[in-house]
């Protein structure tokens, strides 16, 4: 990604003055594995014995200078060992490592051996604006009782409906159903509490999870994966360990009910897992406004917190501004206009140019009006389908259109300096879908900050925004445009949350 390149880039700007560090690049463990076999030494050969042969290639990495990932993976390919339990051991003496949030942060993952075990620990963190979601996706949890019933049928299909994993299964099927959810006919909600018992039959089920994991159930007969279903039911389980005022119990479906405990205090929880390390800095460009974002990651007044100006000239980038209500009951007459204004911007300047919608279903509607030649963003795409969606950029000269997501994986995360990017079209305001989730976080924001719109829908929703427009300058040398296609960017409240940098044209 762009953020760990970034950091790779800026320590080998250190190495070239002599500052020698040895860095650590963290992987997610099934990338990194090579057999895709169950993590046991009795299926694993690296597993078996990893501990007896670590000792020996580490003292071969503290004797080499390049801790590259591809230098570690030759390493605990040499020795036989698995790669990523070998990077967790290189993480206890690795000057810098690089990795994913949840590596510090999840409750569930976060590496123990560092941030439970010593103070000497700084945190960087990049992107934080992502933070506070990210959080609320780690302490939430839920359990499915559709899912459930179809990994029932698979295990009564091969063990019977006597093996302790069937009965644990049922026992949870039976509590979900024997919610009492409002009579008023409505699909969906929330709890003020669960019985008693609920949260004792999800236990015992985790529990017969795990007794039974060495027993090879068909399960992608179900449909989809077990980790899927198992490890939202684990983090389900850890929340209601909580302090159970941090967590809002929706339900959602009246035939087979999802449950989910859902976090509200993410600020709260950054602030307790940290506060034991020598320190944390968060950073981002769209870390604005201060005040607003320190409230949301949990910071006290004498924190520090301050603004870089934009390295950038102002001038290299055109924001223009047209009235267009992209209001959710609009959308379909507003297409029409949407459409002759992207027309408008690639016929009268020829270039590459990404339009970002706030859904996909806006953007088909658009696509369909649009008489001109374009690819348009999937639901699904793995890495070789984001690499051949952004070729036509990458490549020198022509030009090329895109329509996609904002707030998707080509909103944020890419890099295309120079001419491999003109400019940008930005449809609405990036507001997240009303839902609830959503209304239930506006809720607990107005009664915790005293105002749940802006937190809950408006500061994302711009965050979105500044970061797609940021997609457009990313050399002191680029120019470009950016058209914003929507009348609430004339507002006082979003023109407030718009960077300081911006000179927004109507």
């Not at 003020?192 to 992608?220: G, I, N, T, Y």
């Amino acid at each position: 990604s762009t953020q760990r390149q970034g950091a790779l880039d800026a320590l080998a700007r250190l190495h070239q003055q002599t500052l020698h560090l040895w860095a650590l690049v963290i992987d997610a463990k099934d990338r990194q594995c090579p057999t895709h076999t169950l993590c046991h030494p009795d299926y694993c050969e690296r597993a078996k014995g990893h501990f007896l042969r670590d000792t020996e290639a580490i003292e071969e990495m503290m004797a080499a200078d390049d801790w590259s990932a591809e230098n570690v993976r030759a390493v605990a390919d040499k020795y036989c060992l698995c790669p990523f339990e070998f990077a967790m051991s290189l993480c206890e003496i690795a000057d810098v490592v690089i990795c994913d949030y949840n590596y510090a942060l999840d409750p569930a993952v976060h590496i123990r051996r560092i941030f439970d075990a010593t103070r000497d620990v700084t945190l960087l963190i990049d992107e934080a604006h992502h933070l506070p979601e990210r959080i609320r996706d780690m302490l939430s949890g839920s359990v499915d009782s559709a899912r459930l019933r179809k990994l029932r049928t698979v295990v009564g299909k091969a063990a019977g409906k006597k093996h302790p994993l069937y009965k644990a299964m049922t026992d949870v099927i039976r509590a979900v159903d024997n919610l009492l959810l409002p009579e008023d006919g409505s699909m969906e909600g929330t709890l003020p509490k669960l019985p008693d018992d609920f949260d004792r039959v999800c236990l015992s089920l985790a529990d017969a999870f795990m007794d039974a994991r060495q027993e090879h159930f068909p399960w992608e007969d179900a449909g989809g994966r077990l980790g899927d279903t198992l490890m939202p039911l684990l983090s389900f389980n850890r929340a209601r360990q909580r302090d159970s005022s941090d967590y809002a119990i929706l339900w959602e479906g009246r035939r087979h009910p999802k449950i989910t405990a859902f976090a509200l205090d993410s600020a709260g929880y950054f602030q307790q897992a940290t506060q034991g390390l020598s320190g944390v800095t968060c950073f981002s460009a769209t870390l604005h406004p201060l005040p607003e974002m320190r409230l949301l990651l949990g910071g006290a007044k004498d924190d520090a917190c301050f603004a870089m100006p934009s390295p950038f000239p102002p001038e290299h980038l055109q924001i223009r501004q047209v009235d267009v209500n992209t209001r959710y009951v609009h959308r379909s007459s507003a297409c029409v206009e949407i459409a002759r204004q992207i027309t408008a911007l690639v016929t009268q300047k020829p270039g590459k140019y990404l339009v970002f919608f706030p859904s996909f279903a806006f953007l088909r509607m658009t696509a369909e009006r649009l008489m001109l030649p374009c690819q348009v963003q999937e639901k699904q795409m793995d890495e070789a389908a984001r690499a051949a969606f952004l070729d036509a950029y990458r490549q020198e000269g022509g030009d090329a259109l895109s329509l996609c997501v904002l707030g998707g994986v080509f909103s944020e995360g890419i890099d295309l300096p120079g001419r491999q990017l003109d400019g940008v079209v930005v449809v609405g305001v990036g507001l997240p879908q009303v839902n609830l989730y959503q209304e239930v976080l506006r809720a607990h924001f107005e009664r915790t900050l005293g105002d749940g719109f802006l937190y809950a829908y408006m500061l994302p929703g711009m965050q979105k925004v500044t970061q797609a427009v940021g997609r457009v300058i990313r050399t002191e040398t680029d120019t470009g445009v950016a058209l914003l296609l929507d009348d609430r960017y004339s507002y006082p409240a979003y023109r407030r949350l718009m960077p300081e940098h911006w000179r927004v044209n109507r």
